[in-house]
């Protein structure tokens, strides 16, 4: 599949859950809810990325970047419209190191990170096993992502403000009433646009990881 249309697909379907989980959620929002925090953190594969490098917007060089993996640290607070509905704001980092060529330049180290402020829509199935402890779930998020990719030798690139967009796969274990530990898969992914360097440098890039995480949910 490529890229564009990868997009238009995440950002869909990322789309398609917080409206429904917004229309489904009208009910239970009348007859009361139950807030929650969360803490999370895991292992981040950013996705390989080739895009150009340009001094003073004219083309210098074309540039391929790989990474290592990485690692994630987030939270989120969240409320509960219903037992199966539910919207949470979220913040998560995201950093790995990479290793950037440069065509006619070489290559470089340095690090990739990046801090998201997301709002998530979740879609919780009914309660399985003994008691109902374990619960599936599904979702999808919208927000914005700050990048920065610092290059040896060459410097810092940033952007602000990038469009990301993740979709959400996971399942929690109720421990009891009010604590459960949840594991979760997640695609995240920002549009793709200009990063600013040093020098009146600039690199065409985006952000896009896939990242398995483990957390714990504290209800209120």
């Known amino acids: ?33 139950q807030w929650y925090v969360k803490g999370f953190g895991g292992a981040t594969w950013p996705q390989d990325q080739s895009g150009e490098v340009n001094s003073g917007g004219s083309f210098l060089a074309d540039g391929d970047a790989s990474y290592d ?18 919207l949470e704001l979220e913040y998560a980092y995201r950093d790995a190191d990479t290793t950037t060529e440069l065509t006619g330049i070489g290559e470089s180290g340095g690090t990739t990170n990046s801090n998201a402020v997301m709002l998530n829509a979740l ?15 599904v979702g999808g998020g919208l927000g914005w992502a700050n990048m920065e990719s610092d290059i040896d030798d060459i410097g810092s690139f940033k952007r602000d403000n990038a469009l990301a967009w993740q979709l959400i796969g996971g399942v ?31 690199w065409e890039a985006q952000v896009e990881t896939v990242d398995l995480l483990l957390g714990a949910v504290y209800k209120f």
């Open 172 to 202: 929690g274990y109720a421990v009891n009433p009010n604590w459960s530990v949840v594991g979760e898969v997640r695609y995240f992914a920002t549009d793709s646009g200009t990063l600013d360097g040093p020098d009146n440098l600039s």
């Open 69 to 86: 993996t990485g690692y994630v640290l987030g939270a989120a607070v969240g409320y509960d419209y219903t037992p199966n509905f539910g």
């Open 1 to 33: 599949m490529h890229g564009f249309d990868r997009t238009k697909l995440a950002v869909a379907l990322a789309a398609g859950t917080m409206l429904a989980a917004g229309a489904a959620s009208a009910q239970g929002f009348m007859s009361g809810g």
């Open 123 to 137: 879609y919780k199935f009914d309660g399985m096993g003994a008691g109902g402890a374990v619960q599936p779930y």
